[in-house]
């Protein structure tokens, strides 16, 4: 079993930079494909981007692409989220997921969830 903590969320303004961190407890994380997903109030929860196993390849989604990266450090067990020019409607929550199966952007094929961290971005 995989326990992940998120952390680094927080306020902040247009056009600022924030990193995320994910903490996974538990053994075999270079094994895992990580996931970043979102979820704002009242939408459903959506992919953000992936990581596979030895950090490449990644996938991302088309809102973020060219803003974010995802990176991982197996030696750390954690990996991380770097979200460059954030926009106001990238106000979420931001979780992070492990997968055993290929870097894939459906939720439910991610068995592990971490409780997320709040992002808010004002103009």
């Known amino acids: 079993q995989v326990q992940l903590v998120e952390s680094g969320g927080g306020s902040v303004q247009a056009g600022d930079s924030l990193r995320v961190s994910c903490v996974a407890s538990g053994r075999d994380f270079s094994s895992y494909v990580i996931g970043w997903f979102r979820q704002a109030p009242g939408t459903e929860r959506e992919f953000v981007a992936g990581?596979?196993?030895?950090?490449?390849?990644?996938a991302y989604a088309d809102s973020v692409k060219g803003r974010f990266t995802i990176s991982r450090d197996n030696a750390k067990n954690t990996a991380y989220l770097q979200m460059n020019s954030l926009k106001v409607e990238d106000t979420a929550v931001y979780y992070c997921a492990t997968s055993r199966t290929w870097l894939t952007r459906q939720a439910a094929d991610y068995a592990y969830w971490g409780p997320g961290t709040q992002v808010t971005v004002s103009s």
């Open positions: 990581v596979s196993w030895g950090g490449r390849p990644t």
